[in-house]
């Protein structure tokens, strides 16, 4: 019980610092605002006749949510090196709480920020005219739930591992655009040369993208026409997903371990 | 009973052994101080007991609880306040208390009185809800006391509680150290590289390139010296030094350009000494011992002044920058 209790108070104290930061707040709501006036009203114009045999913008959009998950999730465990930074780490450090209730409660803390972002991105969707269904938003916000943790442990891991916020931003910044555009969030990954297809098949965002763009085009496409698009079944995604994050996270405790 | 003992602590690091081989006991309920200068090894010795670090070899035990093996029962018994800030500022001072308290399992129905009473004691708990980034540096220090006392550990580490302080805030932070020594039984391990502040402690450990050199109350460690100190200044410095040295047999030592003596009783020694001296006396001074010759006795080498400023100045920026 403790343990949770512990997660939960590390989770209570990001949450707290969110919504004290306006600015954070406010890029929150602006980002979705943003790419909502970009892709609906430029590139829509330019790019709506794609040849997949679906609307350019629906096979983007969940592309779109994820990089912005994707984004918010690291953001936010920054948080971690600006504790190390400005001394609290060290309050948390020598407190008598598991690692891992440190570890979890942390990534916790991103995952609840990012799938807001996320959320807010699914209800705006008929605003640049992608239809979903209520019960798809729960489920799309559900599995966003799963991506976001996914990522949010990967930030962390590279968070725990970082002495300062330079030098954090400048990893994050190496890893965020190739992560993004070998995700298949722009272009289907089923026509890519084989090692860049291996790269891909070890970015989370893959299978995030893979499995969202399932769930949000599975009622409106035709069965085969989403099958040339997607990698894998749902639930292998998911499944991969998961065990990305136990990778990472065990990583992650192990990095909080470590007492040089 | 010794709620502190200390087996043979060793820290290396690469090139440099920052803890070499130390061993001590500290008693339940005394103010234990440690002191030296800044790269002496202090922090570090912190830093392993609070099982932050480990020990390159050697072990210590706090109430009875190996810092190896047990961290998890050594961290339920120990308070401690860092050398540098380590609040969070972006919450109230009763929030950042409220998470510590969680933090260390305290239950719900403790955890209002406990902040209220630590709260009060630092004289913070009108300002309990105001955010921790409009606080001064010595609130911030007291908050961090109180922070350090919520769960009412056995042991309160206090790295350098001082530093960067102004002399009235400082004042202020020993009279909430003894206050606690008075109420509570509470152990007090700190160090300090402020020689009048190692004065309020019942023993003293000096530390010197990462070795104890000695270990005792400051009344025997000034007792070392063997007496008063007298200074004397002279425009003919190098004759009065070697009379000095011809009447009396005793080491003359040197510094910025003042020569010194240990007599064991200056008051008597002052006139003997105007009879005999032939040489022109520009100026004297008579006073009895302080922890700095004793640390100069020790060691050969004052603690390093001009370092310990600069580091201070650092410390004084960044605990300015804290406000993020």
């Known amino acids: 019980m403790y343990f949770f209790q512990a997660i939960y108070t590390i989770w209570r104290r990001e949450i707290i610092r969110y919504i004290r930061d306006r600015a954070r707040i406010f890029s929150t709501f602006l980002q979705p605002l943003m790419f909502l006036a970009i892709f609906g009203l430029g590139l829509r114009s330019t790019l709506a006749q794609g040849n997949f045999g679906i609307d350019f913008i629906k096979f983007m959009y969940p592309g779109i949510i994820a990089m912005s998950v994707m984004g918010i999730a690291f953001f936010s465990t920054v948080s971690t090196v600006w504790d190390r930074e400005f001394g609290f780490l060290k309050e948390i450090l020598v407190a008598p709480v598991p690692r891992v209730a440190i570890v979890i409660g942390k990534i916790s803390g991103a995952m609840t920020i990012a799938s807001t972002q996320a959320l807010i991105l699914l209800v ?121 994050s136990l990778i990472v996270v065990s990583a992650a405790v192990w990095a909080f371990n470590r007492r040089d | 009973m010794n709620v502190i003992e200390v087996k043979n602590l060793t820290k290396k690091y690469k090139n440099l052994t920052a803890v070499n081989n130390v061993s001590f006991d500290v008693r339940q309920g005394e103010i234990f101080g440690f002191l030296g200068p800044n790269g002496a090894g202090k922090s570090t010795t912190i830093s392993m007991l609070a099982t932050l670090i480990s020990p390159t070899s050697g072990t210590a035990f706090i109430n009875g609880f190996n ?147 000695a270990l005792d109350t400051p009344a025997n460690l000034k007792k070392m010296i063997g007496g008063d100190i007298i200074s004397l200044a002279s425009a003919d410095k190098e004759k009065l030094k070697a009379e000095l040295q011809e009447r009396y047999q005793k080491e003359i030592k040197e510094e910025d350009g003042v020569l010194k003596i240990e007599v064991t009783d200056g008051q008597k020694f002052l006139p003997q000494l105007f009879n005999d001296m032939t040489t022109k006396i520009d100026s004297i001074e008579l006073r009895e011992p302080t922890l700095e010759d004793v640390f100069l006795r020790l060691t050969g080498h004052q603690i390093r002044k001009e370092e310990a400023s600069e580091k201070d100045l650092m410390r004084r920026q960044a605990r300015r920058r804290g406000g993020h």
């Open chain 1, 124 to 244: 705006l969707a008929p605003f640049i005219g992608v239809s979903i269904h209520i019960l798809t938003i729960v489920e799309l916000f559900l599995f966003f739930l799963v991506l976001s943790f996914a990522i949010s442990s990967l930030g962390l891991l590279i968070a725990s591992l970082m002495k300062t916020t330079e030098s954090f931003g400048v990893v994050m910044q190496v890893l965020i655009f190739p992560m993004f555009f070998l995700s298949g969030a722009f272009f289907p990954l089923t026509s890519i040369p084989g090692w860049l297809s291996v790269i891909s098949r070890i970015n989370p965002l893959t299978y995030g993208v893979d499995a969202a763009r399932q769930i949000l085009l599975g009622p409106q496409t035709p069965a085969a026409v989403l099958q040339k698009l997607s990698l894998y079944p749902i639930h292998i995604d998911i499944l991969a997903l998961a065990i990305f």
């Open chain 2, 67 to 213: 810092i190896n093996s047990q961290r998890d029962d050594v961290r339920k018994s120990i308070g401690l306040v860092f050398q540098d800030p380590s609040l969070d500022d972006r919450l109230t001072a009763r929030e950042n208390l409220c998470f510590h308290a969680q933090l260390y399992r305290i239950p719900k129905s403790q955890c209002d009185p406990r902040v209220e009473a630590v709260l009060k004691l630092v004289d913070l708990w009108e300002r309990r809800d105001s955010i921790v980034r409009t606080f001064s540096g010595g609130m911030k220090r007291r908050l961090e006391i109180a922070r350090g006392l919520i769960h009412q550990p056995k042991v309160l580490f206090l790295d350098e509680p001082t530093l960067g302080l102004d002399p009235q805030t400082r004042f202020n932070i020993w009279e909430y150290i003894l206050k606690l020594k008075r109420e509570s039984e509470m152990t007090i391990f700190m160090t300090t590289h402020y020689m009048n502040e190692a004065e309020y402690c019942d023993r003293i450990a000096i530390i010197d390139h990462g070795q104890i050199v």
